[in-house]
């Protein structure tokens, strides 16, 4: 018997919001596997290409392993020093730049913000606030950023989660796929393969666009000689997974320093938006089309949302899966919405009961019928006969056991 959608549909959400739950209350607990899952997601790619040049699957896991923790340990030792050091020179600096901000307004534009005004109180209330507690805020921000970096949890549970789900991932998606259930199994694997279709070609072509952009932005603000320009690069280049968010505050950030720091040679306070300028034309009319592509279908604003939400309900590992979530809740809501424009509440027009099942009537030769009924009724006969001499003989054998 058939179960209903509507229960199928009310147990499987019960299961979500089970799952949902968990996550919850595990909170942080959960992060290092999540965080491992996602980086055997990423790879397996490339464990598949090498597969098909050659290797085995666990020589391709090893190489894999060997390039990624050796590109970890440059970054850690090369780039996360600098980037440190400074966003805190950086953060120490921003009171002095608030109130050269303050003084050339002031001096330039005295009639702009009016002595006395509550604008400009703000301005003085918030330098003040900056200069006391950017040391305060610098340490804490990067003494937690540096303690889950160097966590044990970060450097030991996530390498070897990652190893072990990279080593069996196919296994996994076919034990997966002999699991789901068999009325849905086909639209299932057809949602997860656009699932898999937007978050990948989210993921990996976003990750490239990064690494892209922050080259050059890195390198282009060190080469003109801005002040803080290599983290100021990263910070944009990071940023840019959400359209214009990224060029907006880097930008911003970037020619805020210049103005501070090169005053009076506009030269290079040019360079500095140019390099901005070029990054954003080079960004929206190649790298995001030719890399990224149709792959995605994440609107900048269902990211935000995405962001917003999931980081306030599961903290930072609601951060983390914010982005496949958001991957996932949009081709669900695509589905829904293409099945709801084939409903009768968008058409307004009944949809017709599916037709009874034919009736199936077998077509055999004249007296077969007959045939198979007298050769019934001769096969019970004997199973009679058969029970009857049975029953004389054990008849027989107690008289003689008695006697």
């Not at 790298?287 to 900048?300: N, T, Y």
């Not at 899966?321 to 081709?331: E, F, H, N």
């Amino acid at each position: 018997m058939r179960i209903p959608v509507r229960k199928q549909v009310m147990w499987w959400g019960i299961a979500a919001f089970t799952l949902a739950l968990t996550l919850w209350l595990l909170g942080q607990a959960v992060l290092p596997f999540i965080l491992g899952a996602g980086i055997a997601y990423l790879l397996d790619p490339v464990a598949d290409r090498l597969e098909r040049a050659g290797l085995s699957r666990t020589l391709s896991v090893v190489v894999i392993t060997f390039a990624v923790v050796l590109a970890f340990v440059a970054v850690m030792l090369l780039v996360v020093p600098i980037l440190l050091r400074q966003a805190t020179a950086l953060v120490e600096t921003a009171p002095q730049m608030l109130e050269q901000g303050r003084l050339f307004f002031d001096t330039r534009f005295p009639d702009l913000i009016p002595q006395g005004a509550g604008l400009q109180q703000t301005l003085v209330d918030l330098q003040a606030a900056v200069g006391e507690q950017a040391g305060r805020l610098a340490s804490t921000v990067l003494g937690s950023v540096t303690g889950v970096l160097g966590g044990i949890a970060l450097l030991v549970i996530v390498p070897v989660v990652a190893f072990y789900l990279l080593l069996d991932w196919d296994n996994m998606v076919e034990a997966v796929d002999r699991y789901l259930p068999r009325e849905h199994a086909g639209t299932i694997r057809q949602l997860a393969s656009e699932i898999d279709d937007a978050l990948s070609g989210f993921l990996r072509g976003q990750a490239v666009v990064i690494a892209i952009l922050g080259t050059w932005y890195a390198l282009g603000l060190m080469f003109v000689g801005l002040p803080f320009g290599f983290f100021i690069g990263i910070m944009a280049a990071v940023l840019s997974f959400i359209p214009y968010v990224g060029v907006l505050i880097g930008g911003a950030t970037a020619i805020g320093v210049a103005l501070f720091s090169f005053w009076g040679d506009p030269l290079w306070i040019g360079a500095v938006v140019a390099i901005f300028a070029i990054g954003q034309i080079v960004e929206g009319n190649y790298l995001q089309p030719k890399i990224v592509g149709g792959h995605v279908g994440l609107h900048p604003v269902w990211l935000l949302l995405a962001l917003s939400v999931f980081g306030t309900l599961f903290g930072f590992v609601g951060l983390v899966m914010a982005v496949p979530m958001a991957a996932a809740l949009g081709v669900l809501a695509r589905f829904l919405i293409a099945r709801y424009r084939d409903s009768s509440l968008f058409t307004g027009q009944a949809v017709p009961d599916e037709p009874a099942q034919p009736l199936l009537v077998e077509m055999v030769p004249t007296g077969t019928v007959a045939d198979r009924l007298r050769a019934a009724r001769m096969a019970s006969d004997r199973v009679r006969s058969q029970q009857q001499i049975d029953a004389m003989q054990e008849d027989l054998t107690r008289r003689d056991a008695e006697g």
